[in-house]
Structures are given as C-alpha cells and as structure tokens.
C-alpha cells in the first residue's frame, strides 16, 4: 500500500511563501515513482495541475498561472517532492494535491497519469 502525505500548507498573506512537502511511503515493499506533480482545486471549480516533475528531476512543466513563481523539486532519497510557492496570490488559495505515476517518467500533466494521490493541504491566501 502508497501514500502520499502533503504537509506544508497553511495560511499566509498575499506575496508571500509556503512550501508544501510531500513524502511517499510503501508498506512492504520499495516505491519508486515516475512523473510527481501538484493539482489544486478551489472552492467550485475543478482541479487543476499546476506543474510537474520527471522521474528524475531535472525537468519540468508549469501551469502558465504560476510560472516564474512556483518550484517543484524532488528528492528521490526520501521520495519526496516539494513545491515552493512564491509571490502567493488569493487567487493560488486552494487545496493543493500531490499526485505520483508509476505509469510514465517523463511528467504528464493529465490526471489520467497518475495512479497515487494525496489527501491535500489546504492553502490560503489573504489579500
């Protein structure tokens, strides 16, 4: 069995910083994920992605809402991906979800790409 526990979020002024974590565990066995990536959904809309990493994380892709701001990274180690969010909008205020492949390596912006998710971390942004 996987999970993925988000940690990190909360609530924070707008031009402001968070930093969400991600952390995969495996019972019983070695979990290795390809592609890692962040959704988030706000209240009434649905979720979106918001960017993505390869296997093995020297590449990327941003949703254009939050290029320049937002940066994903990971650390296959701890099979962790991280997402540092900078210059935070209310607009970003959503919960935002970690989402892992064992599908594809190469990242993959569509939800069918991934087969593991978070339970979320909800962030709030205050104008």
């Known amino acids: 069995q996987v999970q993925l526990v988000e940690s990190g979020g909360g609530l924070v002024q707008a031009g402001g910083s968070l930093r969400l974590s991600c952390a995969a565990a495996a019972s019983g066995h070695t979990f290795s994920p390809g592609a890692m990536a962040w959704f988030r959904q706000a209240p009434g809309k649905e979720r979106e992605f918001v960017v993505t990493?390869?296997?093995?994380?020297?590449?990327?892709y941003h949703a254009d809402s939050v290029k320049g701001r937002f940066t994903i990274s990971r650390d296959n180690a701890k099979n962790t991906v991280y997402l540092q969010m900078n210059s935070l909008k209310p607009e970003d205020a959503a919960v935002y979800y970690c989402a892992a492949s064992t599908y594809y390596k190469d990242f993959v912006i569509r939800e069918y790409g991934y087969n593991y998710w978070g339970q979320g971390t909800q962030v709030t942004v205050s104008s």
């Open positions: 990493i390869n296997w093995s994380g020297d590449s990327s």
